[in-house]
């Protein structure tokens, strides 16, 4: 079955603990794409990549790093969470931008 | 960075009404994509316009892209409760140094009662 993985799907943690959310597709795509979606705000673009080590900012990058050393997985890496990073996190994926995002079914991370 | 405003932020419509939800910007965008996500899942896409003025239609719904790609709307015939859900906007840049990213509006949130 064609689908985006995330793991965990939630996590309750504190502030300055390291943290990774994985990202896994199995579906051979080119661009993936990291997004937090918080109320009122719909979502927001962390980052994205392009193709295997390709990676830019979203609108809202700082205080989050990526890497895609692989096309199937992106992880997203918080390397000191604050409490306003705390928020529901979507993954996806497609074949380009412009084609048809694939999302997994979120992470909700709390940061307290 | 470019904005994609949608309106309205909340709807809520009895069964058999029509709507229209609206996405704005400044920026043109290559595309248009419509999504709508029901709670605990992610967004599922609906439909994609690529081209000025085109229009798209699934089912009840009618998709309009504007004629100059910077605008979109969505129009519901017929509302069921079944359409209840957040409806997302979402448009793809058109080029040059921010060419992969993907802005959302905000969302709309409908509620169609029985």
């Known amino acids: 079955e064609a689908q985006v993985t995330q793991n965990p799907r939630y996590l309750i943690t504190v502030t300055g603990k390291k943290l990774t959310v994985t990202c896994s597709q199995n579906m051979n795509h080119e661009y993936m794409s990291w997004y937090r979606q918080d109320p009122g705000l719909g979502l927001r673009q962390i980052y994205y990549s392009m193709n295997v080590e390709v990676t830019d900012k979203g609108d809202v990058p700082e205080g989050y790093k990526v890497s895609r050393k692989e096309k199937r997985n992106f992880p997203l890496i918080l390397e000191s969470p604050s409490p306003n990073q705390t928020s529901l996190y979507f993954c996806a994926s497609s074949f380009m931008v412009r084609q048809p995002q694939h999302f997994g079914d979120g992470t909700r991370l709390s940061i307290l | 960075t470019q904005l994609l405003e949608q309106s309205p932020q909340f709807l809520s419509i009895q069964e058999g009404e029509n709507l229209t939800v609206y996405c704005n910007s400044s920026?043109?965008?290559?595309?248009l994509q419509w999504y709508r996500q029901e709670p605990g899942e992610g967004p599922v896409l609906l439909v994609t316009v690529v081209t000025g003025g085109e229009v798209k239609k699934l089912k009840r719904l009618t998709f309009q892209f504007g004629d100059a790609r910077k605008d979109s709307s969505l129009h519901i015939t017929a509302a069921q409760p079944g359409d209840t859900g957040l409806y997302l906007c979402a448009g793809a840049n058109a080029g040059g140094t921010s060419y992969g990213k993907l802005t959302f509006g905000q969302g709309t949130i409908l509620t169609v009662h029985p």
């Open positions: 920026s043109v965008f290559s595309s």
